[in-house]
């Protein structure tokens, strides 16, 4: 741009020539910023309001996008909206509202999110124009999202992609596909999600949008790596790898996922140390840059650290995800926003039935309903945060304090009886009005009272016991050779209420050296895991436990046909304090445990795959020798 206030037919085929530059060459966005922001604020600024002004903001929103400026973008699109008496299109008004929301969704400023997207909603109406479509339906579906409507914000951000490729918009909506594919790993949808990315790519090639290209397929490349395809997760890498090399600069978060990818990549190899290397590298210089991808970076090494007996390390990154996780999750905006979208869902069906009504009343209609949606919100906005707090301190303690309240009150209980009737015992044999059948019977009903708080410290000192078992080591000394479906069988029957319907089929033959404490302690975790979750109560089941040896390994698999796990329960099924009877009696330490004894006393490896309805089946991998560990 030259120094001088150009006209207003200059500026305009500027402004089309660098939406011409930045369709052709989308990488270019960082180059293109410079002198877009200087006549921005050198000319536009100076000047009054103007639509030119407008259509400048909404180049730069695009631009700074791409480069994460999210900061710069709320800001011109705040300072665009307050431009008074401004006289703008539908079209650029429209597209102002819907930057804004998704600034205010991104920064987690829920209430006005939906104040934008009322308006939005009331813009487009009636709207035929896919452009404009597209950009209601964007934001929608943002919305849906964070309500955990995966289902319902697949289908909109699939609309709203149709909905830009009919446009012919040269905006970053490629990207839209790395989201669906995150939804898709959410429900459980492992090909879909797979299926999406590859989308992504191919897209995202077609535009010469390297980066989301390159994203995109380091995305491919862990999926193919959790599905154990060594080779497809390495050709993955490297077309990420060479997909970046096509952006003339590549974004600093970019880099960290490519450096993540390298660290999964390596842990498929085993190279276990050499992941925890790279992952801690992209981990620290995220930290500075607000990685949003942190706390699943800080879960994934979680077991790597486990198998390389970095037992400590790997609780330190586990809570460092869990503050991660609490600090995002906002759980009082999300419930807020909930109550906001469904009254807002009324007031348009009331709209729609209004149509043959006058404007004049229609407008009365919506404004009494907003009116009493901000009464509802002032109503309930006490509640809800309180009701939030009460949530989530109770959903973290119920489980085990119930656990230990079952057998400290039986022994509380069993205990004053006795004293009860110790003292009335007293009392008749000092008065000499006790019969010798009576004092039998008192005596016996002691003996049973004095049983019954036996066993209820008992077991108050196994749940102890239990969670002191986390940070057991390992040791050569208990490592024994052993008749492996022997051991198998008599962990049944110690671990499983000899009433219950469940039957156990082993397929075990082996005689094999193993760390037999540890071993013992999966196992009865696994199956104990089965009687509660797989089947309901009292339904009959079998019980598949089967092992062979597979090189210097052991494979153990422990199988059901019941009703299988969530799917979105699964990707989280190892971590502590997660089940699906929370405070009902379990305190979803299990599978934890069993995967801590697993990895540090036997040096291996659990797993487990799961369909719902279908069933599940865990797989326990250790080394066959102690001198191979």
């Known amino acids: 741009m030259s120094s001088h206030l150009p006209s207003l037919i200059e500026r305009s085929n500027w402004l089309k020539a660098q939406w011409h530059l930045y369709g052709e060459a989308p ?82 400023r829920q209430e006005e999110a939906l104040t934008s997207l009322a308006q939005l909603s009331e813009l487009t109406r009636n709207e035929n124009d896919p452009l404009l479509l597209a950009q209601h339906r964007r934001v929608l579906a943002m919305s849906l999202f964070a309500q955990r409507e995966y289902r319902h914000s697949i289908e909109l951000y699939r609309e709203t992609i149709e909905l830009y490729r009919l446009s012919g918009d040269v905006c970053g909506w490629i990207g839209l596909f790395t989201l669906i594919a995150q939804l898709h790993r959410r429900l459980g949808e492992r090909d879909a999600m797979l299926a999406a990315y590859i989308d992504c790519v191919a897209g995202a090639v077609a535009q010469r949008r390297w980066v989301e290209a390159s994203n995109a397929s380091t995305g491919i490349a862990e999926e193919y790596a959790e599905r154990g395809e060594h080779a497809l997760a390495e050709r993955a890498l490297k077309d990420a790898r060479d997909l970046a090399g096509r952006a003339s600069t590549l974004p600093v978060w970019m880099e960290l996922e490519l450096c993540a990818t390298e660290a999964v990549l390596c842990a498929l190899k085993e190279d276990k140390a050499g992941a925890v290397v790279l992952m801690r590298k992209a981990i620290e210089s995220g930290k500075a840059l607000g990685w949003r991808d942190m706390s699943q970076r800080l879960r994934q090494i979680v077991p790597w650290l486990l198998e390389l007996r970095q037992g400590e390390e790997a609780v330190a990154a586990l809570e460092r995800a869990h503050g991660l996780e609490l600090e995002a999750a906002h759980e009082v905006g999300r419930k807020h926003m909930a109550i906001q979208l469904r009254l807002l869902e009324v007031d348009h069906a009331k709209a729609e039935q209004a149509r043959s009504a006058t404007h004049a009343s229609e407008l009365a209609a919506r404004n009494q309903a907003l009116e009493q949606a901000l009464a509802k919100q002032y109503e309930l906005q006490t509640e809800l945060i309180e009701a939030s707090k009460l ?27 006795l004293a009860d009737m110790s003292r009335q015992l007293g009392n008749q044999v000092r008065q000499g009005t006790i019969s010798r059948k009576g004092f039998e019977r008192d005596i016996g009903a002691c003996e049973q009272g004095a049983e019954l708080a036996r066993r209820s410290v008992e077991s108050a000192i196994k749940l102890i016991e239990s969670y002191q078992q986390l940070n057991a080591t390992h040791s050569h000394e208990h490592w024994v050779e052993v008749q492996l479906d022997e051991v198998i069988r008599a962990t049944w029957d110690r ?19 193993v760390h037999l404490e540890a071993f013992t302690e999966v196992l009865r975790q696994l199956l104990q895991n089965v009687e509660r979750h797989a089947y309901a109560v009292d339904e009959p089941g079998v019980v598949q436990v089967q092992a062979c040896v597979d090189g210097e390994q052991i494979l153990l698999t422990v199988s059901d046909t019941g009703r299988g796990i969530d799917p979105e329960l699964l990707p989280r099924v190892f971590d502590p304090y997660v089940t699906s009877q929370f405070g009902k009696g379990r305190s979803g330490l299990g599978l934890f ?23 599940s089946r865990f797989e326990l991998v250790w080394p066959s020798t102690p001198a191979s560990l």
């Open 27 to 108: 990488c270019s966005a960082e180059a293109l910023i410079e002198p877009a922001l200087r006549l921005y604020e050198d000319q536009v600024l100076m000047e009054r309001p103007s639509e030119f002004g407008v259509l400048l903001t909404l180049f730069l929103c695009e631009l700074l996008q791409q480069v994460h400026r999210r900061e710069e973008v709320a800001t011109l699109v705040e300072r665009a909206l307050a431009w008074a008496g401004l006289d703008i299109s539908r079209r650029e008004k429209v597209a102002l509202l819907s930057w804004q929301c998704r600034m205010h969704s991104f920064f987690q």
């Open 391 to 417: 949530a989530t301190l109770g959903s973290l303690l119920a489980g085990m304090s119930h656990e230990l309240n079952t057998p400290l009150g039986t022994t509380l209980v069993a205990v004053s009886t």
């Open 495 to 513: 671990s499983i209420d000899p009433r219950s319907p469940l039957r156990i089929e082993v397929d075990a033959n082996l005689c094999v050296s």
């Open 593 to 615: 445990v069993a995967r801590a004894a697993a990895g540090q006393k036997m040096l291996g490896k659990l797993r487990v795959q799961s369909e719902l309805g279908l069933g």
